[in-house]
């Protein structure tokens, strides 16, 4: 679940950053169609769509993963891309709880 959390946050990133090309693969007619697909959509899909794609399945797997500091970051950088300030201030105070040894600064 994190390392699909972190892949939409990255993914957001790039897109924002107008940077997309340099993680992912562009269409392609030597590409199987499904994975031509699925470019497309990372293609055109909104940052809004995004963000939210990233909150929203974090958001669901929240109580799951909160014991993951993978998770809980992946869970923080979701609720910045999403616009959540309250949250996200929520879950930084969990995660300075939580974890000791931390890898992440926020």
């Given at each position: 679940m994190a390392m699909v959390?972190?892949?939409?946050?990255?993914?957001?990133t790039a897109q924002m950053n107008h940077e997309l090309g340099?993680?992912?693969?562009?269409?392609?007619?030597?590409?199987?169609?499904?994975y031509n697909y699925l470019l497309r959509l990372l293609q055109n899909v909104r940052?809004?769509?995004l963000s939210a794609l990233s909150y929203y399945f974090l958001k669901q797997n929240q109580e799951t993963g909160k014991s993951s500091e993978e998770f809980v970051a992946a869970l923080i950088q979701s609720k910045e891309n999403f616009e959540k300030p309250d949250e996200k201030k929520?879950?930084?105070d969990y995660y300075h709880k939580q974890f000791q040894n931390r890898k992440y600064n926020f």
């Open positions: 959390g972190k892949c939409l946050n990255r993914i957001y340099k993680i992912t693969d562009l269409p392609n007619p030597a590409f199987d169609d499904e940052l809004t769509e929520e879950w930084i």
